[in-house]
């Protein structure tokens, strides 16, 4: 059982930027992603990673938001720059030992086995 622990999460005005952290402990994955879900909406995927370090961006983050991956420390990273306030959600990372995310599933939440429990990001204006 993998464990997934978010951190970094906070409350900035627009224009700022926050770095999310996701450490991963008990076993090996191939894939990663971060979610977020703003309230009143679904979740939706923002960005995935796996460990060729192919990567994928929702069409919104793109150019603001980077998503790295450090091996050494088995943790996830969500670069976020030039926040605003629609970006405002509580974000989650995801893991799967077996998914290889392609540009047209990655975003597929089923594809998923670990989940952490969320950590909040708000942008005020």
């Known amino acids: 059982q993998v464990n997934l622990v978010e951190s970094g999460g906070g409350s900035v005005q627009a224009g700022g930027s926050l770095t999310l952290s996701c450490a991963a402990s008990?076993?090996?994955?191939?894939?990663r992603g971060w979610f977020r879900r703003a309230p009143g909406k679904e979740r939706e995927g923002v960005s995935g990673?796996?460990?060729?370090?192919?990567?994928n961006y929702a069409d919104s983050v793109k150019g603001r938001f980077t998503i790295s991956f450090d091996k050494a420390k088995n943790t996830l990273y969500l670069q976020m720059n030039n926040l605003k306030p629609e970006d405002s959600a509580m974000y989650y990372c995801?893991?799967?030992?077996?998914?290889?995310?392609?540009?047209?599933?990655?975003?597929?939440?089923?594809?998923?086995?670990?989940w952490g429990q969320g950590t909040q990001v708000t942008v005020s204006s």
């Open positions: 995801a893991a799967d030992p077996a998914f290889y995310p392609y540009a047209d599933n990655w975003q597929d939440e089923s594809r998923y086995k670990y």
């Open positions: 008990g076993g090996w994955t191939f894939s």
């Open positions: 990673i796996d460990n060729d370090r192919r990567t």
